[in-house]
């Protein structure tokens, strides 16, 4: 008999400290009608000083376990998708792995920005369906406002912080029927941090190692390979557009969102979105998004998800999930 994996619980958190539009308006040459207009963002949350991705992740994590009523023990893989993680090594997951009190399992990083927590649950979704693993959780967790330059208000106004996860378990029916995962470092510098370890490190000791964006360019990309993954996902697996029940888009930009959901012929009650009160919080994003939605009851069990994200690298990727 085939494996297959099966989201059985969802979690997510966000700092508590809340920065609005009007907050920004005191700190740049920004407007909250320019911001809602334009990404349909009205606020964001920002983690504390002293709060870090591991303590988002564990929140996260905590509540995921207890929706899926399984102890943490069951758990035999973690991956946890961040691009801000709080060392250089040991990775976020092998940190949250012990906050847990997991011994043993596997435990690593994924860093695809924002469609890491896609990539993330693809490859967990490997690890069950080849029987290596049988009870996965999977967390998408970002201090995004670390690497964000708080006086540029072409990026600022756009991020925020957050996390969620999934716990995945080996099923004899689907579950997770498909994922796709693509890139294109050619387009690297459309969006990206100029500074890491090895390069122009003083910049990440003195703590201005920042995100830089060439918005409508990477607007445009992102419009394009979207509607191409729709397309491709839909092919893979034989439907039509209307099979889709919800659509559980990265939450970058409204716009952007109603284009792919466009590309979908969906009416927008069927997308999930939770930009105006999340911002874009990059792994983070589509599992606080599903998260979210599930814990309104508006995601019932037998209907059909299509997730889908893009971000830095150029990344981008979908998945087609029986709820
Ligand atoms: N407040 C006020 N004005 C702003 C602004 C802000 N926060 N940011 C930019 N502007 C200005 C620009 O300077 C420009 O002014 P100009 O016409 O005098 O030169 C004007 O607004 C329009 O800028 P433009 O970049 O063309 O706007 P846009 O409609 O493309 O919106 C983004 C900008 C960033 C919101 C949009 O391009 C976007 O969302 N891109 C994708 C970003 C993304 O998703 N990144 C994450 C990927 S995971």
Known sequence: MNTFSRIIGT????PKNVVTNADLEKT???SDQWIRERTGIEQRHVAEDGEHTVDLAENA?????EAAGISPQDID?????TTTADQVFPSTACLLQSRLDIHGCPAFDIQAVCTGFVYGLSVADKFIRTGTSKCALVVGAETFSRIIDWTDRNTCVLFGDGAGAVVLKADNT??????????DGDFAKLLHVPSGVSTNYPAVQEGRAYVEMAGSEVFKMAVKILGQIVDETLEANGLERQDIDWLVPHQANIRIIVATAKKLRMPMDRVVQTIAKHGNTSA???PLALDHAVRANDIKAGELLLLEGFGGGFTWG?????Y
């Open 11 to 14: 979690g997510g958190y966000l």
């Open 28 to 30: 740049v040459n920004t």
């Open 61 to 65: 994590a905590r509540l995921a376990i």
């Open 77 to 81: 893989l973690i991956i946890v998708a």
């Open 174 to 183: 689907p579950g997770i029927l498909s994922t796709h995962l693509h890139a």
């Open 284 to 286: 983070a994003s589509i």
């Open 318 to 322: 979908s998945a087609l999930i029986r």
